[in-house]
């Protein structure tokens, strides 16, 4: 049974059942990640220390934030780690992760957003209902002090949402309903994308009406996978462009070894 579903959760299934099968049924835990996660992952690390630091009243230069990007990256690089483009080499996501820092530490400085937390952990209900529990993560909350909330996301990959798809994306909605859950005094909610590589923000707010075709939505996807579960589901491998950047290939029936990419 799994008690708590998480949007990134929900997609897997979505991209790949046996995936999801591994990941959060079988509860396979890897080290291997692509090398594009591992500089989002150390980027979001070093935006986190900035932000730390501007809510303990402190500015640190630029050259401070890199140092803490290249000390995570230095501290957390291991040999399990994926390039699939390989005509790239590592130092190639390092600078991109400078360049993505360099970039938004010009745009925001002096960084007077009215920030009150990073990484933020929400365990909330999809409908109050226990039986529809989900976990997030906010990269960044700001808040005026008045009720007016901003959830913030950093996105260092490639790909850019246009305000289209920011307008329909569930994630960020999601922390939306969660934080109206958890805090009182809810005025307004605005999401706040950072497309770090190419320096864009793009915002979006979400409607009463909208979030809650978003919870029936939610909770249809939660009922679809239990009842394919009781059902004895068969989890099957859905090949895809994704199989590159996926380590469970020693698990996967349609796959063989271990991804070559590593
Ligand atoms: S290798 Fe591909 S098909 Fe197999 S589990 Fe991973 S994503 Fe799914």
Same mark, same amino acid.
């Given at each position: 049974?799994?008690?708590?579903?998480?949007y990134?959760?929900l997609?897997?299934?979505?991209?790949c059942?046996?995936?999801?099968?591994?990941r959060?049924?079988?509860?396979?835990?890897k080290?291997?990640e692509?090398?594009e996660?591992?500089?989002?992952k150390?980027?979001h690390e070093a935006?986190?220390?900035? +932000?730390?630091?501007v809510?303990?009243h402190?500015l640190?230069?630029? =050259? /401070?934030?890199?140092e803490?990007?290249?000390?995570v990256?230095?501290?957390?690089?291991? =040999?399990r @780690?994926?390039?699939v483009?390989k &005509?790239?080499?590592?130092?190639f +996501?390092?600078?991109l992760? &400078?360049?993505?820092?360099a970039?938004y $530490?010009?745009?925001h400085?002096?960084?007077?957003?009215?920030?009150?937390?990073?990484?933020?952990e929400?365990?909330? *209900?999809?409908?109050?209902?226990k039986d529809?529990?989900?976990k997030?993560i906010?990269?960044r909350? #700001?808040?005026? /002090?008045? /009720?007016?909330?901003e @959830?913030h #996301?950093?996105? *260092?990959?490639?790909?850019?949402?246009s %305000?289209? !798809?920011a =307008?329909k994306?569930? %994630?960020l !909605?999601? $922390?939306?309903?969660?934080l109206q859950?958890?805090?009182?005094?809810?005025?307004?909610?605005?999401l706040?994308?950072?497309?770090?590589q190419?320096? %864009?923000?793009? $915002?979006s707010h979400?409607?009463?009406?909208?979030?809650n075709?978003?919870r029936?939505?939610?909770?249809?996807?939660? =009922?679809?996978?239990r &009842? $394919? @579960?009781?059902n004895?589901g068969?989890?099957?491998?859905?090949?895809?462009?994704?199989c590159n950047?996926?380590y469970?290939?020693?698990?996967? *029936?349609?796959?063989? /070894?271990?991804?070559?990419?590593?």
């Amino acid at each position: 049974m799994i008690e708590r579903f998480s949007y990134s959760s929900l997609e897997t299934y979505k991209k790949c059942p046996a995936q999801f099968r591994f990941r959060y049924i079988d509860k396979i835990y890897k080290n291997d990640e692509g090398i594009e996660a591992f500089m989002g992952k150390r980027v979001h690390e070093a935006l986190e220390y900035l +932000y730390e630091e501007v809510m303990a009243h402190r500015l640190p230069f630029m =050259d /401070g934030v890199m140092e803490k990007y290249h000390e995570v990256w230095d501290k957390n690089w291991h =040999d399990r @780690i994926a390039i699939v483009r390989k &005509e790239n080499k590592p130092k190639f +996501y390092f600078e991109l992760g &400078e360049r993505c820092i360099a970039a938004y $530490y010009r745009t925001h400085t002096p960084f007077d957003q009215p920030a009150v937390g990073t990484e933020i952990e929400f365990v909330f *209900s999809v409908n109050q209902s226990k039986d529809y529990m989900m976990k997030g993560i906010m990269d960044r909350l #700001d808040h005026d /002090g008045n /009720g007016n909330y901003e @959830i913030h #996301d950093y996105k *260092s990959g490639k790909r850019m949402l246009s %305000q289209n !798809a920011a =307008d329909k994306d569930g %994630q960020l !909605a999601l $922390y939306q309903i969660a934080l109206q859950h958890s805090y009182e005094n809810v005025k307004s909610v605005k999401l706040v994308w950072h497309f770090l590589q190419y320096n %864009q923000t793009i $915002y979006s707010h979400r409607n009463e009406e909208q979030l809650n075709e978003l919870r029936d939505n939610t909770k249809s996807r939660i =009922d679809g996978i239990r &009842e $394919y @579960i009781q059902n004895g589901g068969a989890f099957i491998p859905k090949k895809s462009i994704l199989c590159n950047w996926c380590y469970y290939w020693e698990e996967c *029936s349609i796959k063989q /070894g271990t991804n070559p990419y590593i």
